[in-house]
Nanobody, 124 residues
Framework: QVQLVESGGGLVQAGGSLRLSCAASGRTFSNNAMGWFRQAPGKEREFVATINSSGGFRNYADSVKGRFTISRDNAKSSVYLQMRSLKPEDTAVYYC?????????????????WGQGTQVTVSS
């Protein structure tokens, strides 16, 4: 079973940047699409970004398009989320997720395994 461990969250001022990392165990990482989701207090979990197994296709939520970049390094079994121009509304717990398919999805229902989450707080 694949396990995911996120890191890189923290407190940052509005306009700042953070880079989240997600390290995966298991030999199937390179065959799996990956995604980032987030959940703010009192809100539903929402899609942020997804990347296919090869890294050649990415998709983003409209709210982060142009500010966030998802990438992956299959040799390191890792996926990343570079976040720039952060806003207070980006404050949330960010989750890394993987699906047993090479194709991307923006639905959390289509992901098979999840990390524990990392807190991102953006102050105004």
């Amino acid at each position: 079973q694949v396990q995911l461990v996120e890191s890189g969250g923290g407190l940052v001022q509005a306009g700042g940047s953070l880079r989240l990392s997600c390290a995966a165990s298991g030999r199937t990482f390179s065959n799996n699409a990956m995604g980032w989701f987030r959940q703010a207090p009192g809100k539903e979990r929402e899609f942020v970004a997804t990347i296919n197994s090869s890294g050649g296709f990415r998709n983003y939520a409209d709210s982060v398009k142009g500010r966030f970049t998802i990438s992956r390094d299959n040799a390191k079994s890792s996926v990343y989320l570079q976040m720039r121009s952060l806003k207070p509304e980006d404050t949330a717990v960010y989750y890394c997720a993987g699906r047993q398919s090479p194709y991307t999805s923006d639905s959390d229902l289509r992901y098979d395994y999840w990390g524990q989450g990392t807190q991102v707080t953006v102050s105004s």
